[in-house]
């Protein structure tokens, strides 16, 4: 294919994600004071009890323009599978005085990062009034592009470095974790300047560079001893499946199989569209490590 149809193919299927009108959640709960911290809740739509929880964290480079709005129509896809899903919201990059930039800043240095665990703490306590009927026991975590890393990371906080706020005693209560088209491994991912050099942009300055990716590069936190799973599509012009791959070989050197399903022709979006057949082959990935 070549770079203008690949193009073209991409801006239809960006198109297409994001044409479906958001779907509003069946209740709300906080986890901490900031507007930013909030989940949204979807119960499933067959109304089961003892649904197994997806956890949903949205991608947008870690950038402050993008929410989780726009994985809304994903959320709904998941509920009406059969699952109960939780769509979490984190603070996310802003115009700091240590990370100046051109465009929109990626991530927020530790706040992305006090979120999503402060987040994945208090699921069980929220899910407890909110979603009574949802098996908080079978949980599965999913994210996309640069919730893949978040995902990827909420799975791996039991084997943070020492002396890390957010190290865990013991591996989360997971069933698994289902990375989709993650910006999973930082060293390919700068070399390939993903997002526009989003992740230098999430971990600050250079001098910040090394000293903080032991605490944030998913492919510096392995193993994990949770299952973990990739879909990847093999067209993405946003995060190349190199990064995926990148990933994948990390964990085999580690000792640890990583499920890797590269998906021909498809780029980044069709993986969170539910009008898109990649989306099927996600909620099948899903349910694998979910039922």
Same mark, same amino acid.
């Given at each position: 294919?070549?770079?203008?149809?690949?193009?073209?193919?991409?801006?239809?299927?960006?198109?297409?994600?994001?044409?479906?009108?958001?779907?509003?959640?069946?209740?709300?709960?906080?986890?901490?004071?900031?507007?930013?911290?909030?989940?949204?809740?979807?119960?499933?739509?067959?109304?089961?009890?003892?649904?197994?929880?997806?956890?949903?964290?949205? +991608?947008?480079?870690?950038?402050?323009?993008?929410?989780?709005?726009?994985?809304?129509?994903?959320?709904?896809?998941?509920?009406?599978? +059969?699952?109960?899903?939780?769509?979490?919201?984190?603070?996310?990059?802003?115009?700091?005085?240590?990370?100046?930039?051109?465009?929109?800043?990626?991530?927020?240095?530790?706040?992305?990062?006090?979120?999503?665990?402060?987040?994945?703490?208090?699921?069980? +306590?929220?899910?407890?009034?909110?979603?009574?009927?949802?098996?908080?026991?079978?949980?599965?975590?999913?994210?996309?592009?640069? +919730?893949?890393?978040?995902?990827?990371?909420?799975?791996?906080?039991?084997?943070?470095?020492?002396?890390?706020?957010?190290?865990?005693?013991?591996?989360?209560?997971?069933?698994?974790?289902?990375?989709?088209?993650?910006?999973?491994?930082?060293?390919?991912?700068?070399?390939?300047?993903?997002?526009?050099?989003?992740?230098?942009?999430?971990?600050?300055?250079?001098?910040?560079?090394?000293?903080?990716?032991?605490?944030?590069?998913?492919?510096?936190?392995?193993?994990?001893?949770?299952?973990?799973?990739?879909?990847?599509?093999?067209?993405?012009?946003?995060?190349?499946?190199?990064?995926?791959?990148?990933?994948?070989?990390?964990?085999?050197?580690?000792?640890?199989?990583?499920?890797?399903?590269?998906?021909?022709?498809?780029?980044?979006?069709?993986?969170?569209?539910?009008?898109?057949?990649?989306?099927?082959?996600?909620?099948?990935?899903?349910?694998?490590?979910?039922?």
């Amino acid at each position: 294919m070549s770079d203008s149809a690949a193009r073209d193919r991409d801006a239809v299927e960006t198109e297409s994600a994001f044409s479906h009108p958001a779907v509003a959640p069946d209740a709300s709960a906080a986890y901490g004071d900031h507007p930013d911290q909030v989940i949204d809740f979807y119960a499933p739509r067959d109304g089961r009890a003892g649904a197994p929880v997806v956890v949903v964290l949205h +991608g947008g480079a870690w950038r402050g323009p993008y929410d989780r709005l726009h994985v809304t129509p994903f959320a709904d896809f998941l509920a009406r599978r +059969g699952f109960a899903v939780a769509n979490v919201e984190y603070r996310r990059g802003s115009e700091l005085p240590q990370q100046r930039g051109s465009g929109p800043v990626a991530g927020r240095w530790p706040e992305t990062f006090d979120d999503v665990a402060a987040a994945m703490d208090a699921l069980p +306590g929220l899910l407890a009034v909110v979603l009574p009927e949802a098996d908080a026991r079978r949980v599965v975590v999913t994210g996309h592009s640069a +919730g893949g890393q978040l995902a990827l990371w909420a799975a791996a906080r039991h084997v943070l470095p020492q002396g890390s706020p957010w190290r865990l005693a013991a591996a989360p209560p997971l069933r698994g974790v289902v990375a989709l088209a993650p910006i999973a491994d930082f060293g390919t991912a700068v070399e390939l300047d993903v997002c526009s050099g989003a992740v230098g942009q999430l971990l600050g300055r250079e001098e910040d560079f090394a000293a903080r990716s032991p605490y944030a590069d998913p492919a510096a936190l392995l193993p994990t001893g949770i299952a973990t799973a990739v879909v990847q599509g093999r067209t993405d012009l946003t995060v190349p499946h190199a990064v995926a791959e990148a990933f994948v070989d990390a964990a085999a050197k580690a000792g640890e199989t990583v499920g890797l399903t590269l998906l021909e022709e498809v780029g980044h979006f069709p993986l969170i569209d539910p009008a898109a057949d990649a989306c099927a082959v996600v909620a099948e990935e899903i349910a694998q490590l979910a039922w």
